[in-house]
C-alpha cells in the first residue's frame, strides 16, 4: 500500500473554499479509480481515470467535483466550494491494468469547518 | 442490484476462535470478490479475493468460500489474533462496469485476548 501516495493526509477547508486531493499511483500503473468513504460506511466509487482520460465517472457529482489524471504527475480530485457534507476520507487505488490488484493510498481526510 | 450486503455489522471474538463474515450480492456479472481489511486511519489493503470459477480459496488463517447459486461469499478467519481486529470489507467487481468496487458495509471485529 506504500506505493500509492496520497495528499495531504489531513485537510480542512472552511466551506466555500477548494480542496485539491493528490494521487501518485504505484510506478507502472495506470489506471485510477477514486472512492469516498464516510464514518462506519463502505468506500463509495467516485472516478475511474487512465492517464489523460476520464474513462467512467458516474459516481461523482455533476456539480462542483472534477478530476484529472495528466500525462505528467498525479491524479488531482477537485471539489469547489466545499459543504460540511463533503466531509469524508478519499481513497485513491491504482491498478497496473484492468481487473489486476487494486492497490489503495491512505487516503486524505478532508474536514469541512 | 449493484449493491453487497455484508454481516454482521460487528463481531467479537475469543483469541483463537475462527471469525466468519458474510456477504450476499445480487448482480451476476460479479466476476472478482475480493477481501479488504482496514485499520483505523489507514488505507483498506487486500487480504484474499475470489473469482467465481473456483468455490474456496485459502491463504494461512484466512479463507474466502464461495456459492455462486446462493450469490453468497464469506470470509473464515482461524486461530483469530487480537492483531486481527480491524474492520473487514467485502466487495465485488465486474468487466462490465469497469472493474468499479462495490462495497459492503463493513463489519468491525474485535478479537479478545
Known amino acids: 500500500n506504500a506505493g500509492v501516495m496520497q495528499n495531504p493526509r489531513h485537510l480542512v477547508r472552511r466551506r466555500g473554499q477548494e480542496a485539491r486531493l493528490r494521487c501518485s499511483p504505484m510506478?507502472?500503473?495506470?489506471?485510477v479509480y477514486w472512492y469516498r468513504q464516510l464514518p462506519e460506511e463502505g468506500l463509495k466509487f467516485m472516478v475511474y481515470?487512465?492517464?489523460?482520460?476520464?474513462?467512467?465517472e458516474s459516481g461523482m457529482p455533476k456539480e462542483r467535483f472534477s478530476a484529472e489524471f495528466p500525462k505528467e504527475g498525479p491524479s488531482i480530485l477537485r471539489i469547489q466550494q466545499v459543504v460540511r457534507g463533503d466531509s469524508a476520507a478519499y481513497f485513491c487505488?491504482?491498478?497496473?491494468?484492468?481487473?489486476?490488484?487494486?492497490?489503495f493510498g491512505q487516503g486524505t481526510r478532508l474536514t469541512v469547518v | 442490484q449493484q449493491q453487497v450486503k455484508q454481516s454482521p455489522q460487528s463481531l467479537i471474538v475469543q483469541k483463537g476462535g475462527i471469525s466468519i463474515i458474510n456477504c450476499a450480492y445480487e448482480?451476476?456479472?460479479?466476476?472478482?470478490f475480493p477481501w479488504y481489511q482496514q485499520f483505523p486511519g489507514k488505507g483498506p489493503a487486500l487480504l484474499i479475493a475470489?473469482?467465481?470459477d473456483v468455490s474456496e480459496k485459502k491463504e494461512g488463517r484466512f479463507t474466502i468460500s464461495f456459492n455462486k447459486s446462493a450469490k453468497q461469499f464469506s470470509l473464515h478467519i482461524m486461530d483469530s489474533q487480537p492483531g486481527d481486529s480491524a474492520t473487514y470489507f467485502c466487495?465485488?467487481?465486474?468487466?462490465?462496469?469497469?472493474?468499479?468496487?462495490?462495497w459492503g458495509a463493513g463489519t468491525k471485529l474485535i478479537i479478545k485476548p
Open positions: 487505488a491504482s491498478y497496473r491494468d484492468r481487473g489486476t490488484e487494486a492497490f
Open positions: 510506478k507502472g500503473h495506470s489506471h
Open positions: 481515470l487512465q492517464k489523460e482520460n476520464i474513462i467512467d
Open positions: 448482480n451476476t456479472a460479479f466476476d472478482y
Open positions: 475470489i473469482r467465481p
Open positions: 466487495a465485488a467487481s465486474a468487466m462490465d462496469s469497469n472493474y468499479q468496487l462495490i
